[in-house]
């Protein structure tokens, strides 16, 4: 079992940065593959990015590659994602999730994948 507290969320303006940070109680994080995913209302949840145990192997979402960078500390059972020049569209609730299979045994960007979430994290950016 792990449990998973994500932080950072909160409102600014388009072209700023947040960063998010995902805390994981339990078992060591660093047993899991974890990825991010965020949600807006009405919309269906979508996969944000994702990060292999070691963290070498990271995948990205066509519609945030190049502005966000997924990463991970083991050492303090936290995974980040750090979120720069943010867009309107960037809106949503952004969950942290766990997963126990290998990186290459299902693709990482189903949300089917992941055992653990956290609670959601509310990022809003304004025009």
């Known amino acids: 079992q792990v449990q998973l507290v994500e932080s950072g969320g909160g409102l600014v303006q388009a072209g700023g940065s947040l960063r998010l940070a995902c805390a994981a109680s339990g078992r060591t994080s660093s047993s899991y593959i974890m990825g991010w995913f965020r949600q807006a209302p009405g919309k269906e949840r979508d996969f944000v990015a994702a990060?292999?145990?070691?963290?070498?192997?990271?995948l990205y979402a066509d519609s945030v590659k190049g502005r966000f960078t997924i990463s991970r500390d083991n050492a303090k059972n936290t995974v980040y994602l750090q979120m720069n020049s943010l867009k309107p569209e960037d809106t949503a609730a952004y969950y942290c999730?766990?997963?126990?299979?290998?990186?290459?045994?299902?693709?990482?960007?189903?949300?089917?994948?992941?055992?653990?979430w956290g609670q959601g994290t509310q990022v809003t950016v304004s025009s």
């Open positions: 990060i292999s145990r070691s963290g070498i192997s990271t």
């Open positions: 999730a766990a997963g126990k299979l290998p990186w290459t045994a299902q693709p990482v960007g189903q949300s089917e994948r992941y055992d653990y």
